[in-house]
């Protein structure tokens, strides 16, 4: 494979660039999450106020009666220890006022949380748009630069891509469970992180822990759930954006092969290390099949793969011979 090194070099350098770039959108996304438990610790902080730790069910009890219960949604792990409270007997401790004032009092922080984090929601709904526009037609810029510049044949009439255009394609949904990314972070911010920290809040309320557990418990549930959703949901949908541009620009260069890359850097995509270096026609390309991502934290990409030799060093654009062009000169022209 002739060209293989040189699309090595560059491609790599392209996959390195969008993914520190993910990264540092991931640092300040974090800051806001940050933002948002400080609201959510004042919350908790006026809730226990009126907070008293005697249910009337022996202690241990209820920790026996909680530890079998594996979900950590709010409503799924109510509507279980209610079960088990009254197969232990416990029939009046749950109909009391005071059990029942102590469920109310967390449904109404749920709400506020909801509440809560649907301003973020906003704000974050658009930072990530923007930065999925952002990765994406990087991505296109650079690949389509990259296979004109390999060719010795720079066009600077090629198809730029709008604003709206970038919008609407990385809209499109193409998950599994058919929703795009806005609906994804709505899932992730309004719905599980609420439910998730106020799971964590009934154990705490359930068993009468004091306040410094339940605020340690807290913020270990709002780490988990920022560890393993939403950055999962970062990593994939950045992922996917820069997979997606590198496709359209094969496409709009006419480029009819890609070989699959699952070494990056040092180190390899483990699970995906049978595909490196297949090559696939574009026309059945098939992402999560034989095109990345192909799993949750895929770090896979592709190279184009053209079995014509590189290029003269002389450049042609409009008929004529010109000279050697930079990316950011490429650019200037085309736009
Ligand atoms: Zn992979």
């Known amino acids: 494979m002739k060209n293989e090194k040189y699309w090595l070099r560059r491609f ?3 996959k390195a660039l969008s993914i520190k770039s993910g990264q ?7 800051k806001r999450l940050d933002q948002l438990l400080a609201i959510y610790e004042q919350d908790i902080k006026q809730w226990y106020k009126r907070f008293s730790d005697d249910l009337g069910i022996p202690r241990d009890e209820t920790v026996k009666m909680l530890d079998g219960i594996e979900l950590k949604h709010f409503e799924m792990t109510l509507a279980q220890f209610k079960e088990k409270a009254i ?3 416990y029939n009046k401790q749950l109909d009391s006022e005071y059990f029942k004032s102590q469920i109310a009092r ?3 922080l749920e709400s506020q949380f909801k509440a ?3 301003d973020l929601f906003s704000v974050e709904q658009l930072k990530m748009e923007d930065e999925l526009v952002n990765q994406f037609n990087n991505t296109y810029l650079h690949d389509s630069y990259n296979i004109q510049d390999y060719r010795g044949h720079f066009e600077v009439n090629f198809a730029t891509l709008n604003t709206d255009k970038l919008r609407h394609i990385i809209s499109n949904p193409w998950a599994k469970n058919n929703e795009n990314f806005s609906q994804r972070i709505w899932g992730n911010y309004v719905e599980e992180l609420p439910s998730q920290l106020m799971d964590s809040m009934l154990r705490q309320t359930l068993t009468g822990s004091s306040y410094q557990d339940i605020e340690r418990e807290f913020r270990q549930r ?3 759930v920022k560890s393993k959703h939403i950055h999962r949901l970062v990593v994939s949908e950045l992922g996917h954006a820069q997979e997606e541009g590198s496709a359209l620009a094969y496409k709009n260069q006419s480029v009819e092969k890609y070989q699959y890359l699952a070494t990056f850097e040092r180190s390899t995509c483990d699970r995906c290390a049978h595909m490196d270096g297949k090559v696939f026609k574009l026309s059945e390309r098939q992402p999560g099949l034989n095109y990345p991502l192909l799993h949750a934290y895929c770090r896979c990409t592709t190279i184009p793969y053209l079995e014509e030799s590189p290029g003269e060093e002389k450049r042609w654009a409009d008929g004529k011979i010109i000279d050697d062009m930079t990316f950011d ?3 200037n022209k085309a736009a």
């Not at 540092?24 to 974090?30: C, G, P, S, T, V």
């Open 222 to 224: 709002f780490s988990d």
């Open 329 to 331: 000169e490429w650019l």
């Open 106 to 108: 967390l449904k109404q």
């Open 116 to 118: 809560e984090a649907k």
């Open 87 to 89: 197969k232990g007997g």
């Open 24 to 30: 540092e959108y991931e640092i300040a996304l974090n």
């Open 12 to 14: 790599i350098q392209e």
